[in-house]
């Protein structure tokens, strides 16, 4: 079965600094997706960034970007610019590309916590 | 209004009793999930359906059960709860395409005393 770690239970950065959540997994299969989720106070699980794993090219949505590296089986997230809306509880997940074999598995959890 | 509807979003319920989570999704998915969130272990599936008349146990099934009663409409029954069913539940779905990610819920709090 596949597992999803995130090693950094709680993590800090200043405003405006940079700050890089780590992600790794493990998994026999070669074509899957993998995700960052972001869980504000609300409780609502909030999607920041997603990665095909048939992509070379890493994923960037704004001040958002992954480092994923397929043969070390690391996904990690950086944040740059941080602002005190990203403070909040951040999963990694993996999905199968199997059709029938697609549910989402998560990590722990980081928190983050941004200083002003 | 949310895509993803769970109810109740709170609940205090006492050791012994049958409760019921209900979840409505207005996306059209076919794919619907339940999730449960503990401090340090992340999301673990509880059950998952693939359509009205396909249901699969996740990985800690046990102590839950599930209906499928619509394509929009799925529901999780703690049969008789007890306390360390205390934990945030999450409804959620997906389309079939394989490279979509799943839409939540907000959440169910549960408090099993």
């Known amino acids: 079965a596949q597992t999803v770690t995130q090693s950094q239970p709680e993590m800090s950065v200043q405003e405006a600094e940079t700050v890089t959540l780590s992600c790794t997994y493990d998994?026999?299969?070669?074509?899957?997706?993998l995700f960052w989720y972001k869980q504000p106070p609300s409780r609502q699980m909030i999607l920041v960034i997603r990665?095909?794993?048939?992509?070379?090219q890493n994923a960037t949505e704004n001040r958002f970007s992954v480092n994923f590296q397929k043969a070390a089986k690391s996904f990690s997230l950086k944040i740059s610019d941080s602002q005190l809306g990203d403070a909040a509880m951040y999963f990694c997940?993996?999905?199968?590309?199997?059709?029938?074999?697609?549910?989402?598995?998560f990590g722990a959890g980081t928190r983050l916590t941004v200083k002003p | 209004d949310a895509d993803v509807t769970q109810t109740p979003r709170n609940r205090i319920t006492k050791t012994g009793k049958r409760i019921m989570l209900e979840c409505s999704q207005t996306?059209?998915?076919?794919?619907m999930y339940w999730y449960r969130q503990d401090p340090g272990l992340g999301l673990r599936l509880i059950y998952y359906?693939?359509?009205?008349?396909?249901?699969n146990k996740g990985e800690i099934s046990d102590g839950y059960s599930v209906s499928r009663q619509a394509q929009a409409k799925f529901s999780l029954s703690l049969e008789s709860a007890i306390p360390n069913q205390t934990a945030l539940y999450f409804c959620?779905?997906?389309?079939?395409?394989?490279?979509?990610?799943?839409?939540f819920g907000q959440g169910t709090r549960l408090t099993v005393v």
């Open positions: 959620a779905t997906s389309g079939g395409q394989t490279n979509t990610e799943a839409f």
């Open positions: 998994t026999s299969e070669s074509d899957y997706y």
């Open positions: 990665q095909e794993a048939y992509k070379q």
């Open positions: 997940a993996y999905r199968s590309a199997l059709y029938n074999n697609n549910d989402m598995r």
């Open positions: 996306k059209g998915h076919d794919r």
């Open positions: 359906s693939f359509d009205v008349k396909d249901i």
